[in-house]
């Protein structure tokens, strides 16, 4: 500002200043705020603290925000997966007439998911494999399950027709059904004479035949179990032949088995097949990785190698499963 003042405020101290005035308070600390410990943050902001000392321990507060975040999801992930698996293996268990405590088995479950991921974490040494195959072992009970269920469902088919054979042998012989199925159930062996049983249990118990029908229909999903429950409540609200009825059932189900059989002698080649092939190239990677450690080390230490890993595992699983299913003939 000039010596020129505005009119009407020539006195006023704060409007008219001179230029010597300014340039005697050019070192005022009003002014010159380049030195000034408000507006300079330095070492010595804070008196006894550094500034690397401050954002060390602004770091590790928030590590341990994450840290406790972690743990709290962790914590609700696993108690809602415990609940998951404890009622689903209940059922499943029953379902096998095996009467076993589902914490036992989702602490055996969790015992071998941290076995798998330690022993390959200590074998190839690298976390970020080990981490994947922690949570791929948490599919093992549910395969097993699937793999047991079938191969159960398919000992009850094959158990079906002599089963069947053996009823109409009884009703002809002036049998009623219900001492038929019993003496079937006494000498029949599992899993047949555990469905027919508690079949014979659910009719004790008041159920009529048709429910009890349905019920063993519903435990036993397959298209022979449906064959004979519909047999035979036809042949009950007809009135028919019900022996005739249980031997025509059972030429079906074994002509049908055996043309089943030859289909799966015929295919076993292609089935085998599939595993041969899936399984080569793992073969080859791991004799690799013998005889060149360093050549095949970037598969394991790179993101590079990684993403190259998980793109061979889904094509290699792709492949299985479209042989199987062309091999995979349906009656």
């Not at 962790?74 to 609940?83: C, E, I, M, V, W």
């Not at 036809?234 to 189900?253: K, P, V």
């Not at 399984?279 to 230490?301: G, H, I, K, R, Y």
Request: hydrophobic share 50%.
């Amino acid at each position: 500002m000039s010596n020129a003042t505005l009119p009407g405020m020539s006195g006023s101290p704060f409007l008219s200043m001179s230029g010597s005035s300014l340039s005697g308070m050019s070192g005022s600390p009003l002014l010159s705020m380049s030195d000034s410990p408000i507006f300079s943050i330095s070492d010595s902001a804070v008196p006894g603290v550094s500034g690397s000392t401050l954002l060390i321990a602004i770091l590790a507060v928030a590590a341990a925000m994450l840290a406790w975040l972690a743990i709290d999801i962790g914590t609700r992930s696993l108690t809602s997966y415990r609940a998951t698996f404890t009622e689903r293996a209940r059922f499943q268990a029953r379902e096998f007439f095996l009467f076993i405590d589902p914490r036992r088995l989702f602490a055996a479950n969790i015992a071998v998911m941290a076995l798998g991921a330690m022993t390959t974490w200590l074998g190839t040494g690298s976390v970020m494999i080990a981490i994947p195959v922690f949570f791929a072992l948490a599919m093992v009970p549910r395969v097993l399950y699937n793999t047991m269920r079938r191969r159960r469902l398919q000992q009850f088919e094959q158990q079906l027709p002599d089963a069947l054979m053996l009823l109409a042998g009884g009703m002809r012989a002036g049998v009623g059904l219900a001492s038929a199925l019993q003496q079937l159930v006494a000498e029949s062996e599992a899993p047949l004479s555990q469905e027919f049983d508690l079949m014979l249990r659910e009719q004790r118990l008041g159920a009529p035949l048709e429910q009890a029908l349905s019920g063993l229909a519903h435990r036993v999903p397959t298209q022979t179990t449906s064959l004979v429950v519909s047999a035979m409540r036809i042949a009950s609200e007809t009135g028919g032949g019900l022996a005739e009825t249980l031997e025509r059932c059972a030429h079906t189900i074994r002509s049908r088995l055996q043309m089943e059989g030859k289909i799966a002698a015929l295919t076993a080649q292609g089935k085998l097949q599939a595993w041969v092939v899936g399984l080569l190239p793992l073969c080859l990677m791991a004799v690799l990785n013998q005889m060149e450690p360093e050549a095949t080390s970037m598969f394991w230490t790179t993101r590079i190698g990684w993403a190259a890993l998980a793109l061979l595992g889904f094509l290699e699983i792709m492949g299985i499963y479209v042989i199987r299913k062309i091999v995979a003939i349906d009656i």
